[in-house]
């Protein structure tokens, strides 16, 4: 089956139980874990620095296994792959309910980021190789549209959960959740078995040759948009950090954290198809400068709160902001990949996001350690600044206007 057949039979709906709808599971057990993974770590007993370390340990399981999943990928069929991501993922997290110190805590944390980037990698891949370039930017919207439901709801249950049942039961309904989502999996799997030969990838032959063949004459560009990212990252695990700990610094509990993190997603929700036709009509960069530039000063407003209200107006704020990003560092990385090898070059791109969102909590941990937690948000905040001056006047446009 050529690339063009393959790309007028694959339609957006056709996508919705096989993918939307276990990556909705997916991504709301991974949002009940949201408000709860600072404050389990604080309840292990971590320092605030600590704590940092714990939040952005998901992040580097995600940064150690970015290359191994992209290989990983290339070379297999996804059912098979997405179905060890979320068993796995189900797996670990019914053991992290069991987990009584920090440093078990820590290594879970890594083997579920790890898992994570497994299932993100294989489903960016399978929007790559079956969707052209002028529909792919709704496409990825609607991955991050699924993520934000799950982000919108999972925290709402994961607070509640751990405020009635104490934070490990949390884990528990992760597991339960991400066993669902095994299940659509099963039920949609004949869409990928009828893609098998579309989405499968050339032989792996490592990294360094997909990544060396797409920056060539072009690296600079290449690098610019890999720190554009980074920066974007920063933000959004910043805001997964810096959240819970000022919520617990006010005084709010686990359950009020949750339900600010739910009406925050919300927001991004209404936003995140219109980002992905802005997208794909207007160009990427009309989606990244508003995503930084709204959520840096939704970050700047956290420490100017002191209570349930205000931080709840922050971080919707934030939300404004991060709506506009939906989908905009898959399809950035969509963009920029080769047509064969996509696997190991996505492997190296989300390689340079995660190292953002690994900085981001160590970076907060560290200022909150030495100056203090209010200054935190203001840091990270300035970050976004840099990123917005980055992505308007260094970054080029990866919509080109044939495809627009």
Not at 86 to 95: E, F, I, L, M, T
Not at 139 to 144: R, W
Not at 234 to 240: A, D, F, P, T
Request: proline share 4%; aromatic share 8%.
């Amino acid at each position: 089956m050529s690339s063009d057949e393959t790309t007028r039979a694959v339609g957006i709906r056709s996508l919705m139980l096989p993918l939307y709808v276990p990556t909705t599971c997916i991504m709301f057990g991974y949002g009940m874990i949201i408000p709860v993974l600072p404050l389990f770590a604080r309840f292990l007993g971590a320092g605030l620095g600590l704590t940092g370390v714990v939040v952005s340990m998901r992040s580097a399981g995600s940064l150690v296994f970015d290359l191994p999943a992209g290989a990983i990928i290339s070379r297999g069929a996804r059912l098979p792959v997405l179905l060890v991501a979320a068993a796995g993922a189900a797996v670990v997290a019914a053991v992290t309910g069991f987990a009584d110190r920090i440093a078990s805590l820590v290594f879970l944390t890594i083997a579920m980021g790890a898992l994570h980037v497994l299932w993100v990698l294989s489903i960016q891949t399978h929007i790559r190789q079956n969707l052209p370039a002028h529909r792919r930017g709704r496409a990825m919207a609607l991955v991050g549209g699924t993520t934000r439901v799950g982000w919108m709801l999972g925290p709402i249950v994961g607070g509640f959960i751990g405020k009635r049942f104490g934070l490990h039961a949390v884990y528990f309904g992760q597991a339960l959740i991400c066993f669902a989502a095994v299940i659509f999996l099963l039920i949609g799997s004949s869409h990928y078995h009828v893609k098998a030969r579309a989405l499968k990838g050339e032989p792996f032959r490592g990294p360094g040759i997909p990544f060396l063949r797409t920056v060539q004459g072009r690296w600079r560009s290449f690098l610019l948009v890999g720190l554009g990212v980074i920066t974007l990252q920063v933000l959004r695990i910043g805001r997964q950090t810096l959240i819970p700990l000022w919520g617990e610094r006010i005084g709010l509990d686990v359950a009020a954290i949750g339900l600010i993190f739910g009406v925050s997603r919300a927001v991004e929700l209404l936003l995140f198809y219109p980002a992905g036709i802005l997208m794909d009509r207007l160009g990427r960069k009309w989606a990244a400068v508003p995503c930084i530039a709204i959520q840096s000063l939704g970050l700047a407003l956290i420490p100017l709160t002191g209570g349930f209200l205000g931080l709840m107006m922050a971080s919707v704020v934030a939300g404004v902001g991060n709506g506009f990003g939906s989908g905009i560092v898959l399809t950035l990385g969509a963009d920029l990949s080769p047509d064969a090898s996509t696997g190991e070059f996505l492997g190296i791109w989300h390689l340079m996001g995660d190292f953002g969102a690994v900085s981001g909590p160590l970076l907060i941990g560290a200022v909150a350690q030495v100056i203090g937690l209010q200054a935190a948000p203001l840091f990270i905040a300035g970050i976004g600044i840099a990123g917005v001056w980055l992505m308007i006047f260094k970054v080029a446009e990866t919509l080109s206007k044939t495809s627009r």
